[in-house]
């Protein structure tokens, strides 16, 4: 069985910055793409952010790009979340999620997630 | 971006009602597209995949359908277990990814 394991979230003032992580087990980490998607309070799913298996190539929606970077460790069975410049706006709870592996025949969609980490921006 | 929008936004039904939800797409998205519940507290759950593959360990009554840019998720006949939210979500623009806004299926 996959298991996704956040951690990291937390309190921070406006343009603090939080690392978050996430640790997967039960699954050869190196072979899938790696998201991580948040949902801020009462809202809707937002995808945030994935990496490549092999770290080659990452993407961020336009909110968070020139702010977050996103990375991995295969040798830890890592993914990674650096939030800087943090805003009000990026309040959520942030959860890890495995995408696709191999040639992502149908695309990124995401079959394992985490519990999530909550991450509070204070203005 | 592609934009994806949900209908409804809620619903009220009883156990054993036949439930759809509609997800239409701002452009074609082929058939990339997925649908997710989520319970409260609780992080979402893979449903359907590629418009109408069910994943595994999902219960039959869960169904998908559509292409382009019109899509359905159909719940057969409702499970107390089933009162939740739904989101669907396109693959097309991979690895750019939208959700839709989510449909809560209430009593």
């Known amino acids: 069985e996959v298991q996704l394991v956040e951690s990291g979230g937390g309190l921070v003032q406006a343009g603090g910055s939080l690392r978050l992580s996430c640790t997967v087990s039960g699954s050869t980490f190196s072979d899938y793409w790696m998201n991580w998607v948040r949902q801020a309070p009462g809202k809707g799913l937002e995808w945030v952010a994935n990496?490549?298996?092999?770290?080659?190539?990452?993407y961020y929606v336009d909110s968070v790009k020139g702010r977050f970077t996103i990375s991995r460790d295969n040798a830890k069975n890592s993914l990674y979340l650096q939030m800087n410049s943090l805003r009000a706006e990026d309040t959520a709870v942030y959860y890890c999620?495995?995408?696709?592996?191999?040639?992502?025949?149908?695309?990124?969609?995401?079959?394992?997630w985490g519990q999530g980490t909550l991450v509070t921006v204070s203005s | 971006d592609i934009q994806m929008t949900q209908s409804p936004s809620s619903l009220s039904a009883s156990v054993g009602d036949r439930v759809t939800i509609t997800c239409r797409a701002s452009?074609?998205?082929?058939?990339?597209l997925n649908w997710y519940q989520q319970k409260p507290g609780k992080a979402p759950n893979l449903l359907i995949y590629a418009a109408s593959s069910l994943q595994s360990g999902v219960p039959s009554r869960f169904s998908g359908s559509g292409s382009g840019t019109d899509f359905t998720l159909t719940i057969s006949s409702l499970q107390p277990e089933d009162f939740a939210t739904y989101y669907c979500q396109q693959s097309y623009s991979t690895p750019a990814l939208t959700f839709g806004g989510g449909t809560k299926v209430e009593i």
């Open positions: 999620a495995r995408g696709c592996g191999g040639g992502c025949s149908w695309g990124i969609f995401f079959d394992s």
């Open positions: 990496i490549k298996q092999d770290g080659s190539e990452k």
């Open positions: 452009q074609s998205v082929n058939i990339y």
